[in-house]
Every structure is written in C-alpha cells, then in structure tokens.
C-alpha cells in the first residue's frame, strides 16, 4: 500500500536550517503532487508547500520567504528546507500526497516532530 | 487569504448520538471543501472530499454537505472510535490551501 515516512533530525537549534525528507512507496511518484504540512503542539494544521515531479513548487505566502521544496525522482522523495527556524518553527511536519484536482490531502506520512532550541 | 470558521471548538456527545460540525468560510469556496479526522498522537485522515464524497474506506455514518461558504459534517451515531478532533480545509484558490481551527469531539 501506498505509504510515506518522514525522517531527518528531531532538534534544531535557532536560525539554523530544518532538513526534511519523505520517502515515498507503493505509488507512481510521477502521477502526484507532494506537499509538506505542520501541526505545532496543540494547535492546527498549516500548509507549507508542494513540490512536482518536473521541480515545480509552491509555497504558503507566510512561509515562502524561508521555505526550499526539492524531489528526488530516482529515490521517490522529497524534501523540505526551511532556513533561520525560531521557536515559532516547532511542529510535527507531515508529508502528504497531494491531490490537486480534488484540492485534497489524502495519504498522510506519521509525521516527525521537530523541535528549535538551543 | 481565506479564513475557514468552525464551530463550536468543542462538542460533547454520547456514543449513538448525531454529530453535527459546521464549518464556514469568508469567501465561497465553492465545493472545494475536505474534512480530516486526527486522534490523539496519529496523522490526520480524509473523510470527506468535494465538500460531500466520501474518501475511501470511510464508513457510511460519515456524510458531508454544503457549498459556496458554509459547510457540515454529519456522523449519525457515534461510535467510540469516532471521539477525536475535526478539520476542514479548503483550497479554492489552488495552491494555496487554508484549514480551520478544528472542532474536538469528546465524549459526553
């Protein structure tokens, strides 16, 4: 079955950059959109971005200034780098597929908490 | 940026009672509207797409309804499972994509 897993480090310190990777399995990674989401502890959700096959991205308007997403197509994965983190950058990051003619998230990674910190 | 509003932020009912969540946003969102389910410590989940389809596997209980601005999830009857907190989300201006503020379901 189609399944996402996040990894990369779990702390990071202030103005440093947060590197994230999701791979990808048991779907054609051509055929989607791949977004990045994040849930800081107890509070909702917000979307940072997408990333396609070809390097086309999008970003949240709030976000855009720090935020880099990149795909691997012979690794099935994508990543996320966000720059000068903050406390404010503390979150579980999820990856999802995206499915953008149905404007919809429909298969989620477990998610991977990050916390800034020095 | 559209704002999406649910209400209320907590319900409290007992397993087989009707579950009513209302979501609503400042602009028309026409039907590009989805509800996500999130229980304690997992990823969230797609119940509902198109403000009315139901994602795959969803059991039938789950309905959603609405368009334009305001939006409702239904659960019929509740069942323990389903106690957990609620998002919706729209992405009318494709990429850009908001989400409310969700509505926790807790047991009565």
């Known amino acids: 079955q189609v399944q996402l897993l996040e990894s990369g480090p779990g702390l990071v310190k202030p103005s440093e950059t947060l590197s994230l990777t999701c791979t990808v399995s048991g779907v054609s990674f051509n055929s989607y959109y791949w977004s990045w989401i994040r849930q800081p502890p107890g509070k909702g959700l917000e979307w940072i971005g997408y990333v396609y096959k070809n390097g086309d991205t999008s970003y949240s308007p709030s976000l855009e200034s720090r935020v880099t997403l990149s795909a691997d197509t012979s690794k099935n994965q994508f990543s996320l780098n966000l720059t000068s983190v903050t406390p404010a950058d503390t979150a579980v990051y999820y990856c999802a597929r995206d499915r953008a003619l149905r404007a919809d998230f429909d298969i989620w990674g477990q998610g991977i908490m990050v916390t800034v910190s020095s | 940026e559209i704002v999406l509003t649910q209400s209320p932020a907590t319900l409290s009912l007992s397993p087989g009672e009707r579950a009513t969540l209302s979501c609503r946003a400042s602009?028309?969102?026409?039907?590009?509207l989805s509800w996500y389910q999130q229980r304690p410590g997992q990823a969230p989940r797609l119940l509902i797409y198109g403000a009315s389809n139901r994602a795959t596997g969803v059991p039938a209980r789950f309905s959603g309804s609405g368009s334009g601005t305001d939006f409702t999830l239904t659960i019929s009857s509740l069942e323990p499972e389903d106690f957990a907190v609620y998002y919706c989300?729209?992405?009318?201006?494709?990429?850009?994509?908001?989400f409310g503020q969700g509505t926790k379901l807790e047991i009565k």
């Open positions: 602009q028309s969102v026409y039907n590009y």
């Open positions: 989300q729209q992405r009318s201006n494709w990429p850009l994509c908001s």
